[in-house]
């Protein structure tokens, strides 16, 4: 960040990053802001030193960065330049002292040390697999999907699918059938990679049924490719991916040939939850993406090729395309595909340690799970090589924080992050030269103008307010896709505010810089008039020992009445008697206030989340308030839909 902040300013009119050290927090803050105000002040000079610093290649230059006039939907970035993503993640391997360095470190449940790939055999694989794909007909546009778990051959996959200038979607294997299609039918892929199978929590997971249903309900297909995980001989007419990969005859060696598209050509789409109706199909380009993850991955999180970066996620989340923005960076990026919580809790923790991950990253949900089951991983584990922890996915309470330094290790880097799919980034997150405060994200991301709006477009300072964004980003999407007259796309960020994003998160900008997420605003509390998110209040009962997961509602009443019920899944052995509940109205009572305090506190056996593990808070307001459960939500993006039906009956029982 400093390295960057003095050449811009050298050669592009950046404020000017003093040789002095900074001896307060005061001034890194004012430094940054500094920064931060000259990146979204003037968009095309900033992102112009992004190329220029990172070393964009460019097949054809740009006539120019930003097009006039700049609008929100429809800025238009680097006109007419041609470039390719998939070249820049595999240039390390141009470096003949890089070749046999681990571009790759993968584990899973089952092996016990990390399987390294090299750099110079990632490009082998990729260059082979490309010209594969062209053997099949393959050209750029067509779309190649897959149904893989987070495993090296994805990230082959991918690279291959960027060479040859296709478009790439991905779906997770925990994924069932109807939600996958729900995916795929809307963009008709041409091909498709899949596994037989997946292990998880101990288990074998056969997956051939699925894979069949796939093939029989996507009429486009002309490739299946195998991709055995579980031994299982290729179905009739599918090529094997191990043959792909291997020959070299046809593909010059393996070595790649990048197809040049234009900066906005469709590198990947990615997938809305989909809760209440079919998912968005979100399109991003492949230079939007190269030039917002080299930011992000080079600048907020400081990764570099003597980096190891570890994030649990899966290929169904747009974490697993932003674990290979470490590629851009000459890093080593481990994949481990498996729970995060076999066959113990501390499993992530133990792939970190065993892997030697500098930057690992991981969930809100996961930690507090670890400070539940009083885990000591700094002290039980050799953490000592990872210097920076990233949090995204919820808010981390203040709580989860401290758990971070007390128990993981004291001069850790806590980068809680947030931002969304639709950006494939973050808007607001990690700096690494800022002070962390508890519960407060760091900044704002360069080149994100993001600001906190009051009902009336306002800005807020240290009030609770929308999160908007007031100028574009390259990463933002080029549009949905079958979205022909782009109303889909501009109903769903520019309706609130005209050319403005609005984010659908509710959020604090303090007065020293930070912001702190309160959650989903389209599920935000309102009681007497005030409005109150409801992270705050799962922040302070999910502290309580006997409190595994809450979920709490407001509830508009036809007779002008406001219900608020707080909703518990107990842990094992725990009881909701009155001394329990009395500990949580009074933990809310004294911790936030007395308007958070819940209507009504009661136990459920579980409850639904989306695919990727976020509370299905909008959804189960819509339940209670007498919506059908299958207009409520789109079945097939719930992880289990009698959690759900638990509250479809308790609407029916309120009626009566």
């Not at 900074?22 to 112009?48: I, K, M, Q």
Request: proline share 8%; charged share 20%; with cysteine.
């Amino acid at each position: 960040m400093v390295a960057f902040q003095r050449w811009a300013a050298d050669h592009h009119g950046a404020p000017a990053a003093p040789l002095a050290p900074v001896t307060t927090d005061t001034e890194a803050a004012t430094r940054y802001a500094d920064l931060h105000r000259w990146s979204t002040e003037d968009l095309p000079r900033f992102w112009t030193a992004v190329t220029e610093y990172f070393d964009v290649r460019f097949h054809t230059p740009p006539t120019a960065v930003l097009t006039e006039p700049v609008t929100m939907p429809g800025a238009s970035w680097f006109a007419g330049a041609t470039l390719n993503y998939a070249e820049h993640a595999l240039r390390a391997a141009e470096d003949p002292a890089n070749a046999d360095r681990p571009a790759i470190l993968h584990l899973d449940e089952r092996t016990a040390e990390p399987v390294a790939t090299s750099w110079s055999e990632l490009r082998r694989q990729v260059g082979s697999l490309a010209a594969a794909l062209r053997a099949n007909g393959v050209r750029p546009g067509d779309r190649v999907s897959a149904y893989l778990p987070n495993i090296p051959q994805a990230a082959v996959a991918l690279l291959a699918t960027a060479t040859v200038g296709a478009i790439w979607t991905s779906c997770a294997p925990d994924f069932g059938a109807r939600s996958v299609l729900d995916r795929l039918q809307q963009i008709e892929p041409t091909v498709l990679f899949a596994v037989d199978g997946y292990h998880y929590g101990g288990k074998n997971h056969d997956r051939t049924e699925v894979v069949a249903e796939l093939r029989r309900e996507l009429p486009t297909l002309r490739t299946v490719i195998h991709v055995p995980l579980l031994d299982t001989p290729a179905p009739e007419g599918a090529l094997h991916y191990d043959d792909l990969v291997a020959a070299t005859e046809a593909s010059n060696g393996g070595e790649p040939v990048f197809e040049p598209v234009p900066f906005d050509h469709p590198l990947w789409v990615l997938y809305s939850s989909g809760t209440t109706g079919l998912p968005k199909a979100i399109v991003q380009s492949h230079g939007g993406i190269l030039v917002e993850h080299l930011k992000q991955a080079a600048l907020h999180l400081d990764l570099g090729p003597d980096d190891r970066f570890l994030w649990y996620t899966s290929t169904g989340w747009m974490m697993w395309n932003f674990l290979l923005a470490g590629l851009l960076t000459g890093t080593t990026i481990v994949t481990y595909d498996g729970s995060p919580g076999h066959p113990d809790t501390g499993a992530l923790w133990s792939v970190a340690a065993r892997t030697r991950a500098t930057v690992l990253g991981t969930s809100a949900a996961y930690v507090i799970a670890s400070r539940k089951a009083e885990l000591h991983p700094g002290r039980d584990l050799d953490l000592s090589a990872v210097r920076c922890l990233g949090t995204t996915g919820s808010p981390l309470p203040p709580d989860g924080f401290q758990w971070i330094y007390d128990e993981v290790k004291p001069d850790v880097w806590l980068a809680s992050i947030s931002g969304g799919t639709d950006v494939c980034s973050c808007f607001v997150g990690g700096v690494p030269t800022l002070p962390v405060y508890l519960g407060e994200i760091q900044a704002p991301c360069l080149g994100a103008a993001v600001e906190s709006w009051d009902p009336t477009g306002h800005p807020l300072t240290d009030a609770v307010g929308e999160l908007v964004v007031t100028k574009p980003l390259p990463s933002m999407p080029t549009g949905f896709w079958n979205d022909p007259d782009g109303s889909r796309y501009h109903d769903s960020y520019f309706d609130t505010y005209p050319g403005i994003w609005r984010h659908g998160d509710w959020i604090t900008a303090t007065g020293r810089g930070t912001v702190v997420i309160h959650g989903r605003s389209d599920s935000t509390l309102n009681r007497q008039g005030v409005r109150m998110g409801s992270a705050d209040i799962y922040e302070v009962v999910e502290r309580l020992p006997e409190i595994a997961e809450s979920l709490v509602i407001g509830l508009e009443e036809p007779d002008g009445g406001y219900w608020m019920p707080l909703f518990v899944v107990l842990a094992p052995g725990a009881e909701l008697d009155d001394d329990l509940i009395g500990r949580i109205r009074t933990s809310l009572r004294t911790e936030l206030s007395p308007r958070h305090v819940p209507d009504e506190v009661i136990t459920v056996q579980g409850l639904p989340h989306t695919l990727t593990g976020k509370r299905l808070e909008v959804p189960v307001k819509r339940l209670l308030a007498g919506t059908p459960l299958t207009k409520a939500v789109n079945p097939g993006s719930v992880d289990n839909l009698d959690h759900l039906r638990f509250f479809e009956q308790l609407a029916t029982t309120r009626k009566h």
